[in-house]
């Protein structure tokens, strides 16, 4: 394993947590990035604002580590446009049907000990293993 960086992985996850755990215990609200982002399509004037503090929380977070003097690490997509466009979408309709997105259910459903996310959590582990196995080892990209 070449990138284990299991500090940064432990800050990390400490700094979700305590994400996730904030908005809860202060709004009262889930930090699934599906939900908050449909949440603003078509825009609700008595929560919008909440919605896009998050969101430019999240787009501007690299952007200040990176001012900060730190390197951000570098990004490459080894798909087609076509193929990354499909996933998206085939992701976006997968947290639609799934009522909820990875981040939602993973992070703030099982913190709730909520059934559902428990199970839609199981189902997605349990497809991603299923994928990399077919991808790697039957198919053999």
Do not use: N, Q
Request: hydrophobic fraction near 50%; charged fraction near 10%; charge should be positive.
């Amino acid at each position: 394993m070449e990138a284990f960086t299991p500090v940064s992985a432990v800050t990390g996850g400490i700094m979700i947590g305590a994400a996730a755990a904030l908005l809860l215990l202060l709004i009262g609200r889930v930090a699934g990035i599906s939900g908050i982002v449909g949440g603003l399509i078509p825009p609700r004037r008595k929560d919008a604002a909440w919605r896009v503090a998050f969101l430019a929380g999240l787009v501007l977070a690299p952007a200040v580590y990176t001012f900060g003097g730190s390197r951000a690490p570098s990004v490459s997509i080894d798909a087609p446009f076509a193929v990354v466009l499909v996933g998206g979408l085939l992701v976006g309709f997968g947290s639609r049907l799934g009522a909820g997105c990875t981040s939602g259910h993973g992070v703030c459903g099982i913190g709730r000990g909520s059934p559902r996310s428990l199970a839609a959590t199981g189902i997605f582990m349990a497809t991603a293993i299923l994928t990399v196995f077919l991808t790697r080892h039957v198919w053999g990209s």
